[in-house]
């Protein structure tokens, strides 16, 4: 008969207790998100008319500035992940990338040039970089990894609350301002500060010992071989894994493709960030049960479902000739990003010893916005050369690929 004092025992006693029960410091994450992208999206919503319209620039160059920016956002979470890695908190490392973001809002609003918006938005991905794979690895420090799936989707409901807020708002002030689109991003800027000031009064971190300082007494050891030792003792489910993220994140081809479609379709431009609105009302809403389904269940098929979810809104995408087909594909499309954004970092913290976790995040979140990167210039030269008939319908045949790598790994060995 197994006792009270068997250590097996206890252990179940305490993630019992534990599951369900999230730490102030993630719904502070959580707000913090929330904050920040309410500002980038009022932003965002609006940038591919912006370009296309006051800058004159082509749907190439829409999808050249929203993939060099997650490419460069993608390099810093490396940077960042494995930097909060070796200090003793992350919590500086968060704060800088969110202050970096912060910093950038004012410069939309001053933009005259495409050059200038494509400078804004590096410094804006930057500081999303630096914050983006350090504070995935916070959450995964503050939490028990029964809790982990719902505090990823607990964030990224927040988060997506703040997507859906940013373009109605964006709606509001463009009737408001009868159309200036840089009075609009002027207003941007106050959620951006907010958000600034709740991380750095509410997320509190206790102090750890660095995962791989140098040894004092190796100092001949070559900068690298840290690194090369983080990426060699990374596991291959985790590989598995990021294989199926990036292919998805390339179907995506981008999300600004949404508004220029809706653009197409000849939707009145202060509507066009209503697509943003719909897209994120479903994502915010899936996000958190989805995370606690993955927590019960398993992500890996959610993710395949989701994976299945985004080939279909493609092609609706792809085929769309009016707002409702449009509006369904949107609605589909916020869907599988519910099912699939948290449950990916869910799976990728089960893949994680505790001590690897923020290279591990930042490898993965470089690889997405690389991924990124590519389906955007992609997404549109194609767009460019047939318009969305032919760029969704080939998304979607990588979005059907990356379910296959998805149920690869179907059973990943869980990391506490």
């Given at each position: 008969?197994?006792?009270?004092?068997?250590?097996?025992?206890?252990?179940?006693?305490?993630?019992?207790?534990?599951?369900?029960?999230?730490?102030?410091?993630?719904?502070?994450?959580?707000?913090?998100?929330?904050?920040?992208?309410?500002?980038?999206?009022?932003?965002?919503?609006?940038?591919?008319?912006?370009?296309t319209?006051?800058?004159?620039?082509?749907?190439?160059?829409?999808?050249?500035?929203?993939?060099?920016?997650?490419?460069?956002?993608?390099?810093?979470?490396?940077?960042?992940?494995?930097?909060?890695?070796?200090?003793?908190?992350?919590?500086?490392?968060?704060?800088?990338?969110?202050?970096?973001?912060?910093?950038?809002?004012?410069?939309?609003?001053?933009?005259?040039?495409?050059?200038a918006?494509?400078?804004?938005r590096?410094?804006?991905?930057?500081g999303?970089?630096?914050?983006g794979?350090?504070?995935?690895?916070?959450?995964?420090?503050?939490?028990?990894?029964?809790?982990?799936?719902?505090?990823?989707?607990?964030?990224?409901?927040l988060?997506?609350?703040?997507?859906?807020?940013?373009?109605?708002?964006?709606t509001?002030?463009?009737?408001?301002?009868?159309?200036?689109?840089?009075?609009?991003?002027?207003?941007?800027?106050?959620?951006?500060?907010l958000?600034?000031?709740?991380?750095?009064?509410?997320v509190?971190?206790?102090?750890?010992?660095?995962?791989?300082?140098v040894?004092p007494a190796?100092?001949?050891?070559?900068?690298?071989?840290?690194w090369?030792?983080?990426?060699?003792?990374?596991?291959?489910?985790?590989?598995?894994?990021?294989?199926?993220?990036?292919?998805?994140?390339?179907?995506?081809?981008g999300?600004?493709?949404?508004?220029?479609?809706?653009?197409?379709?000849?939707?009145?431009?202060a509507a066009?960030?209503?697509?943003?609105?719909?897209?994120?009302?479903?994502?915010?809403?899936?996000?958190?049960?989805?995370?606690?389904?993955?927590?019960?269940?398993?992500a890996?098929?959610?993710?395949?479902?989701?994976?299945?979810?985004?080939?279909?809104?493609d092609?609706?995408?792809?085929?769309a000739?009016?707002?409702?087909?449009?509006?369904?594909?949107?609605a589909?499309?916020?869907?599988?990003?519910?099912?699939?954004?948290?449950?990916?970092?869910?799976?990728?913290a089960?893949?994680?010893?505790a001590?690897?976790?923020?290279?591990?995040?930042?490898i993965?979140?470089?690889?997405?916005g690389?991924?990124?990167?590519?389906?955007?210039?992609?997404?549109?030269?194609?767009?460019?050369?047939?318009?969305?008939?032919?760029?969704?319908?080939?998304a979607?045949?990588?979005?059907?690929?990356?379910?296959?790598?998805f149920?690869?790994p179907?059973?990943?060995?869980?990391?506490?």
């Amino acid at each position: 008969m197994v006792g009270k004092n068997d250590p097996a025992e206890r252990h179940r006693e305490r993630e019992k207790r534990l599951r369900g029960r999230l730490p102030k410091a993630v719904w502070a994450l959580g707000l913090t998100s929330l904050l920040m992208d309410a500002s980038s999206e009022a932003i965002h919503s609006l940038l591919p008319l912006f370009l296309t319209t006051s800058l004159g620039a082509s749907a190439t160059i829409v999808g050249l500035v929203e993939g060099l920016g997650e490419a460069v956002a993608a390099v810093f979470k490396l940077v960042g992940g494995a930097t909060s890695d070796r200090l003793p908190r992350r919590k500086p490392v968060v704060v800088l990338g969110y202050g970096l973001a912060a910093f950038s809002k004012p410069l939309f609003a001053l933009a005259a040039s495409v050059s200038a918006v494509i400078a804004a938005r590096l410094i804006d991905r930057t500081g999303k970089g630096l914050r983006g794979a350090a504070r995935d690895a916070l959450i995964a420090d503050l939490v028990a990894p029964a809790n982990r799936g719902a505090a990823f989707g607990l964030r990224q409901s927040l988060d997506t609350l703040g997507a859906l807020i940013g373009p109605l708002a964006a709606t509001g002030l463009m009737l408001l301002f009868a159309g200036d689109i840089r009075s609009v991003y002027g207003i941007a800027v106050i959620p951006a500060a907010l958000a600034v000031l709740v991380l750095i009064r509410y997320v509190h971190e206790p102090a750890r010992r660095p995962a791989h300082p140098v040894p004092p007494a190796r100092p001949h050891v070559p900068r690298g071989a840290a690194w090369r030792d983080d990426l060699v003792a990374l596991p291959a489910a985790f590989w598995i894994t990021l294989s199926g993220g990036v292919l998805l994140t390339m179907a995506r081809i981008g999300e600004s493709f949404l508004l220029l479609a809706a653009e197409d379709l000849g939707v009145a431009a202060a509507a066009i960030p209503l697509a943003y609105v719909l897209m994120n009302s479903v994502y915010a809403t899936s996000a958190w049960p989805a995370g606690r389904l993955a927590d019960r269940w398993g992500a890996a098929h959610l993710l395949v479902f989701g994976a299945l979810l985004l080939a279909i809104a493609d092609l609706l995408l792809g085929m769309a000739r009016g707002t409702l087909m449009l509006g369904f594909g949107i609605a589909i499309w916020g869907l599988h990003m519910g099912l699939t954004q948290s449950l990916m970092m869910a799976l990728v913290a089960r893949t994680l010893p505790a001590g690897r976790r923020g290279i591990g995040f930042g490898i993965f979140h470089m690889s997405l916005g690389l991924a990124a990167l590519a389906g955007g210039i992609g997404g549109g030269m194609m767009w460019d050369s047939g318009g969305a008939i032919l760029a969704y319908p080939v998304a979607a045949g990588l979005a059907l690929t990356s379910a296959i790598l998805f149920l690869l790994p179907a059973r990943i060995k869980e990391i506490s």
